[in-house]
């Protein structure tokens, strides 16, 4: 199997009602919106989209609404994983991929396995998996790092582990698995603000948290690289860096959502343990939109 996930990808986001209903108008208003933006692919029920607060009906009607609704105009990535790999194989098993491009599967969470215990993880997923699969490496969040020579093991070792979300934020690392990788496993990132330096080193692309509000400034980054037009992508790379910062600085998805509600996308609602970003924060990405938004 080849990845066909390159380019700019969106880690969409699950826009909620006042009152914390989701909002498959907005949802599928968001869809439009990426899709005449020339986003490449859409990612699904990832972190972003909230998914430990959203119901097994809710995750299951956002993943049809969406399938319903592309009608195959662009690939889709489904987020599914955990840290109970017996309940993750099973749920693979038993889901319909029907409209569904690819697994992403993100490190074990919580549990803090070896590195032996992350490939026999993924391992397992990659022998019942119908799709391909995309690793999704963030220690920040799971607490464990899957290395370079996992990753590799791994890519290796399965012909339909395609790819791997990088985030890290260890360059080195990325670039390791970059000069070792087998031909056809594509590494892309998953820090909005390191893609630049990941696709300089031989990255496909991003599975972006910023493109949510703005995929058409920050997809002509991105398409720039593909290009390899760096001097160009650069100049846009510096501009939106203070926004990188503010779409993290209170949480994520806290900061796209603030950004979403100012562009009149989305409510700036989110569910606990989440909260919208500071008034301070909301603010000022308020005042940056004003200069990068078409």
Known sequence: MNSIFKGLGIALVTPFKNDSSVDYDALLSLVDYHIESGVDFLCILGTTAETPCLTREEKQTIKEKIVKHVKGRMPILMGCGGNCTAT??????NTDWTGIDGILSVCPMYNKPSQEGLYQHFRAIAEVSPLPVVLYNVPGRTGVNLT???TLRLAHDFKNIVAIKEASGK?????EILEKRPEGFDVLSGDDSLTLQVMMAGGVGIISVVGNAIPREFGRMVHLMQEGRMAEAKIINDELFEFYSLMFIDGNPSGVKSALNVLGKAE???RLPLVPVTERTGKRIAEILKDITI
Not at 88 to 93: F, G, H
Not at 171 to 175: M, S
């Open 88 to 93: 993750v194989v099973e749920e693979i098993k």
């Open 148 to 150: 370079a020579d996992t």
């Open 171 to 175: 360059i080195d690392q990325i670039r």
């Open 268 to 270: 700036n609602k989110l």
